[in-house]
């Protein structure tokens, strides 16, 4: 798959070819259809949170991401193949859940310590309003 990525804190991000990320146990895989840049982004590409958070390279960039379920791994059940998702995949290394790429494997739902947001989905939204 292509994906956007650096090979070294400061390097320039370049597209390249990696493996297809396959979901792990509770994880999704997003195909994406839409990634934002974000200045977080640059600064952890920089290594601005290298003391804070370890990282993997190629570091695959970006954390907010918009797609469809693929695959979903063991023990993940909130969401179904073909259910439109969207959220923040912060997940450490950083570069690990980069949403800068066609394919991404992520958290369906974070467990306690975790940081960033789950995937939600237009389903859970639409149960989850309130009648005007």
Known sequence: MR??????YGGSPVVTELPKPKA?????????????VN????NIANGGMKDRVPAMFPMVLGTDV???VEALGDGAKRFSPGD???GQLRIAPLGSAGTY???VAGAGWP???RGGSAPDSRRDRARHRRPA
């Open 66 to 68: 918009a797609g469809v």
């Open 84 to 86: 439109e998702v969207f």
């Open 24 to 36: 792990g146990p509770g994880q999704l895989l997003i195909k994406v259809q839409a990634a934002s």
């Open 3 to 8: 994906a956007v990525a650096v090979s070294e």
């Open 101 to 103: 790429a066609e394919d």
């Open 39 to 42: 200045p977080m982004d640059r």
């Open 111 to 113: 467990g306690p310590g």
